[in-house]
Every structure is written in C-alpha cells, then in structure tokens.
C-alpha cells in the first residue's frame, strides 16, 4: 500500500513537471532552467507562448512602443511572433543571469554581433559587452540567448546544456515543487529561495518576516478580463518552530470598523503575540524596559490582548494601527492610560517653552484622547526641519488619536476620520468578496489613490500602475503552508 502511494507521488510530481517543461519550453526543447544553477536563488521569468496572455502583455506594455520593449533595445527583432520567455535570474553569490528563447537564430547571431565583442572562451561564439561599467557575457545555446555576470557561468550554462545528470535548476526539488502548482495559463512568475544568506540580510520590513518564516515562494501572474491575477504558494521553514498560520489572522472582520473614506492601503491580519516574539528575540531586556516606562508586565498584562487580529489602515488623513483587544479590555485601558500619562508629561513639559505651549496641545473627545502637534513649528518637518518637507504632506496641524473603542479596539491614528466615524458611513468589507476565503492576512491598494497622494515617489512605475484602480490580496495558511490569491483591476 506504501508503495503504491509513493509511486502515485511520484507520478503526479513527474506530471505536473512535465506540463511545467511543455508551456514553457523553447522550440527546440530547451527549458531554461537547464542552463541555470541548481543553487539559483531568485528567478523573474515572463512566458508570452499563450496567444491570450501574450495579446494582452502586448496590450499592457503598450507594444514595441512601450516602455518595456523600448528597454530591451533591438531583442524584440528576434523573439518571432508566436511568443517568447524571458527569465532573469540570481544566484546567493551575486551572479545573474539573462536567458530568452528566440526563432530566428541567424537574426540572433546578427544581434549579439552588433552588440559585443567576440571572445574565444570556448568551443562556441560567445561576445563580451560592457553596460554601466559592468561586463557581460553572452552567448547563442541552441536557441536560447544567454547573457550571464561572469564568462564561468556562461561556460557553466553551456556544460549544463550539454551534460544528461547536470545539476542544474530542474534537479532543485523545492523549485520543481513549487512551479508544479502553478495553473495555466500564466504570463510570469517568480521564485524567491530565502535559505541563502544574502537573501535573508538583503531583506527589509516585511520582507523580514518571509525570510525568517520561509523557506521558499512563488507567485504567478495571470491576465485575467481587466485585470491580473496572482496565485501564489510558500514553504514554510521547518526550523523554525513560529509557523505562517501562527502570525495569520482569524479571517478578515476588523474592516468592518474602520473608516472607509479616503482609504489608501490596508491590512489585516493577526498573531502579534509571534511576531513581537520574532521582532524582539534578539533586543535584551525589553520586558525590563516596558516595565520601566509603562508599568505593565509584557507577558502577563500587555501580550495576552493581543491574540486576535490587527489592522493597520493609510488614509489620506493619515495612518492608523488597530487591534482587537477583546480578551482583555481592561488590560487595554490600563495601557492606554499609561501612554496618556506620559504623553500629559510630554504636554507639561512643553508648557515652559512659549513656542511649545503653542505647538503642542492635548484634549478628550469621546473614546479618546487627542495630541494635537504641529510638527513644523517644532522642528521635525518643514523646510529646515530633522525631515524636510515631503511633497503632498501638510505637517502644521498633526492629530495623534489614542484609546479603546465600545467595540474593544484600540486604535493609535493620526487620521482625524476617527472622531466622527460612524460605522454605517461606509465599510470596507466587500473588497473581501475578491479573495474567496483567502483573508487570514489581507492587503488593499488604491492605487488610483497612491499615485495621486505619492505619485512623485511612484514615478517610474506610474506608466504600469497607473493601468489599474486597485489591487487585493490575502492567504489561506496552514503551519508551513501557505496558499496566496490576489486580484489587481
């Protein structure tokens, strides 16, 4: 019975791998990920082989005309019509790599002729070009173009064309595992392994958290009527004992409470008990501290309300952070009223300056207190100000709101919609009905509403973005699983 399950395993993975190679294979069967490293770390790839796909990555990219095609020089010339993969991928050490199939292999000979030096690297034509102040290395495998880093692995990519038990990409198991779930049609996708340790210290923010809880990614993208879709899947790190469903909410509901008008981006999600675990496993004494400053105990007054779902909300009022603190409301309160009173210490100390007395001011209105700033006067932004002046941004009356709600949701915003926000104004809870269950985590863009707000931050995707008015996506997490869905419009 062992064995009949096992060789049902075996045949399925076999399957999935062989539809994999067929969609995305060249049209002399080469499949790219031969050429590439077993031990390649990120693949960006693009497949246009599917009439449907390849219509509308026409259509987004605005043609040879486009920005996209415009930046690839004279390659267009050669990928023929009926579609082309484009992958670019990077290995842990700093190598890249660039491969396309083509059709046309005289125009590709003519191509590379015209835009390198020919070298004598081996027992093929390869050219040496020179991009800012960096020297790549390329050449014609079968009827792929390989553009690399380093002429080793230009050599090693041409071995491995070459060799039947090459250790190349297809021997990763991880990677094959994970391109098997990936549903056609699709026009791209993209394989993050995070076990490397340039990965794990080149990642910021967010990017943080995946690298600590993953072990790998993929995500495909879909054009789908108006808009895209992404399907994405992730293998959790068995060593690590915190796992996806652990900092994962208990379905999306807090966007019910939140103000709608003007929404910017939102996300929901839960676990903040793990994730203040994992953020401060490396800070010594921090309990000590929050004791110090707040009176309160981390793990017995403060962490145990936190065990439920947070939202953090961008208004084009300002920011919001909202936690559902239900199971221990009380706890909450007593938080909130040791943040008021350092901040009255904060307000009475300013009273001595005139220029703080007039800058800083603090008051109640209903469920919460009210830290009324403004930040220009006192220093922080501004022209001449710690931060300068950011475009769009008015520093001059800050609000910053704090307190527990009736619903039991402390809330720490600088958006002045709280202090009128009535729940039946509008809600936010329909966008969920994109994600079809996928709503453990949740993130929204606006994107109209970003590039409007930030848009001089934006601007060297605003000719893509600005396509789409929206985007949402969510996650469906088991302890070392996760399933990811989203839609862009």
């Known amino acids: 019975m062992k064995k009949s399950i096992f060789l049902i395993a075996i045949l399925f993975l076999t399957g999935c791998g062989s539809q994999f190679q067929a969609y995305n294979s060249s049209e002399e069967g080469v499949l790219i990920e031969q050429l590439l490293p077993k031990n390649t770390t990120m693949v960006v790839s693009i497949n246009t082989s599917d009439p449907g796909q390849r219509e509308a990555f026409k259509e ?32 842990d050490d700093g190598e890249s790599f660039t491969a396309v199939t083509v059709t046309d292999i005289e125009a590709a000979e003519e191509w590379m002729q015209s835009e ?62 994970l391109v098997s779930k990936l549903s056609k049609p699709y026009v791209g996708h993209l394989y993050i392994d995070f076990s490397g340790d340039s990965a794990k210290e080149g990642m910021q923010g967010i990017w943080a958290l995946g690298g600590r809880l993953m072990d790998s990614e993929i995500f495909s993208l879909t054009f789908e009527g108006d808009g895209l879709a992404l399907n994405g899947f992730a293998m959790g790190d068995l060593d690590q004992d915190l796992g996806f469903s652990d900092v994962s909410g208990k379905g999306m509901y807090l966007s019910d409470f939140v103000p709608a008008e003007g929404l910017l981006f939102y996300e929901e999600s839960g676990g903040i008990q793990g994730l203040f675990e994992m953020w401060f496993a490396d800070v010594p004494n921090v309990e000590d501290t929050v004791t110090q400053y707040l009176g309160m105990d981390l793990s017995d007054e403060i962490l145990p309300f936190l065990d439920k779902n947070y939202a953090i909300a961008l208004h084009e009022g300002g920011v919001s952070f909202v936690v559902d603190v239900s199971s221990s409301a009380d706890d909450a309160d007593e938080l909130i009223d040791r943040l008021d009173m350092q901040v009255n210490s904060l307000v009475t100390v300013m009273q001595y300056d005139a220029g703080g007395a007039e800058s800083l001011s603090k008051d109640d209105e ?15 932004f501004g022209s001449g100000g710690y931060f300068g002046e950011i475009p769009g941004m008015d520093f001059s009356d800050m609000k910053l709101i704090y307190g527990v709600t009736e ?83």
């Open 60 to 91: 987004f990219s605005g043609g040879e005309d486009g920005e996209i095609f415009q930046q690839m020089g004279n390659v267009p010339a050669i990928l023929g019509e009926d579609g082309f993969r484009l992958v670019m991928a990077y290995l």
């Open 116 to 177: 390198g030096t020919l070298l004598n690297l081996g027992d093929f034509d390869s050219y040496v070009t020179e991009s800012d102040g960096q020297e790549h290395y390329m050449a014609l495998l079968s009827d792929v173009v390989v553009v690399t880093s380093s002429s080793t692995a230009l050599l090693n990519a041409k071995g491995q064309l070459k060799a039947e038990d090459s250790e190349n990409l297809l021997a990763n198991e991880q990677y094959m595992e």
């Open 366 to 380: 209903g469920d919460f207190h009210v830290l009324s700033a403004d930040l220009e006067a006192l220093g922080f």
């Open 407 to 489: 619903d039991d949701l402390l809330v720490i915003s600088t958006n002045e919609d709280w202090l009128s926000f009535d729940e039946d104004a509008g809600r936010l809870g329909g966008m969920a009905s994109e994600l079809a269950g996928y709503d453990q985590t949740v993130f929204y863009f606006d994107i109209e509403g970003l590039l409007d707000t930030f848009g001089v931050f934006l601007a060297d995707f605003e000719p893509y973005l600005e396509k789409f008015s929206g985007a949402v996506f969510g996650t469906k997490a088991k302890k070392y699983e996760l399933e990811m869905r989203g839609v862009v419009r």
